[in-house]
């Protein structure tokens, strides 16, 4: 459960968006920055903690949630953080610190609809809400993927390779849990709700399930680490490939619409809420790249802190 502890260079080729300022999470360095994504000008950052990792933006454009992992992957060791952190997008500084007390290693967030926020323990296995703390039936879930509405919660576990349907508003509901290929973490619904993608790390491939009743549907083989996914549009999906240092965006019969081969590891990617620009964190080289999502072409580049992780774009 969450309580409240209280407050505490660029190379764009024609026709990149300017104007917009993206805040980045610098994992590696413990702090959100502020970048004018016209000019690349390094604007703000805020010093959080030691390994703050995903990002949530509320429906207002102003509040931001960023977990506190604590340790640098997936595989490091350590107890990590215990907090989720809430900055103002608007005036760029920390408001306050929302302590997860025992749950520890906080990765995934998220916020449904009605803004209510959500977040997930790796260590504990436990989904966070501002009321309750609910079992997964995972082991080091790590990243999860929320209905709109909130009644619905899908978290993928890295060491049982599984994903569970949890419903964090039904305390009688119990979670139920599929096997999900092996090294499962990146997924996301399907425009309707009716689907669920799932991305395998080393199986390697995307498996669809009913986002109702669990049940696999198919699986699709990919090439290299399909570390996370994204829906685009209606029927598209975008997947990083870790290994492979490459994104690919997917029709929905899994048909390669295009592939961009870049120059770092893609660890995540946000949207620009009006264009078809991706900003694609290039994790190794401190680097985010802007993708135009309809020609599959890179636009340019934003040189970042120490490790780039989660991004979005600030709405005023």
């Known amino acids: 459960m969450l309580t409240l502890l209280g407050a505490s260079g660029l190379t764009l080729a024609a026709g990149s968006p300017s104007g917009d300022v993206l805040a980045v999470v610098e994992k590696g360095a413990g702090r959100l920055a502020f970048f004018d994504t016209g000019t690349g000008a390094r604007l703000d950052e805020i010093l959080l903690q030691p390994y703050p990792h995903e990002m949530a933006v509320d429906s207002t454009g102003r509040w931001a949630y960023i977990g506190h992992y604590g340790v640098e992957f997936s595989g490091s060791p350590g107890e990590g953080g215990s907090a989720v952190f809430q900055v103002d997008l608007h005036r ?29 323990s790796e260590a504990t296995g436990s989904l966070l809400t501002g009321t309750r703390a609910i079992p997964t039936g995972g082991r080091k879930t790590h990243l999860f993927t929320l209905s709109q509405d909130g009644e619905r919660a899908y978290v993928t576990g890295l060491d049982s390779n599984t994903v569970s349907l949890v419903r964090p508003h039904d305390p009688a509901a119990e979670p139920v849990v599929a096997q999900a290929g092996t090294l499962p973490e990146g997924s996301c619904l399907s425009a309707d709700e009716r689907l669920l993608y799932v991305g395998a790390r080393k199986t390697p491939a995307i498996l669809v399930f009913d986002a109702h009743t669990m049940r696999l549907l198919r699986s699709h083989p990919v090439q290299g680490d399909p570390l996370r996914i994204y829906p685009v549009g209606d029927s598209r999906l975008l997947v990083t490939d870790l290994a492979g240092k490459s994104i690919t965006l997917y029709d929905s019969t899994f048909r390669s619409i295009w592939s961009i081969t870049l120059s770092g590891m893609p660890s995540g990617a946000s949207f620009h809420p009006s264009r078809p620009i991706a900003y694609v964190s290039l994790l190794d080289i401190n680097t985010v790249t802007l993708v135009d999502l309809r020609r599959g072409t890179i636009e340019g580049s934003l040189a970042t802190g120490m490790q780039p992780d989660s991004s979005a774009v600030v709405r005023y």
């Open 92 to 120: 760029r500084e920390l408001v306050r610190t929302i302590s997860t007390a025992s749950h520890n290693r906080i990765h995934g967030v998220r916020l449904d609809c009605h803004d209510r926020l959500y977040s997930l």
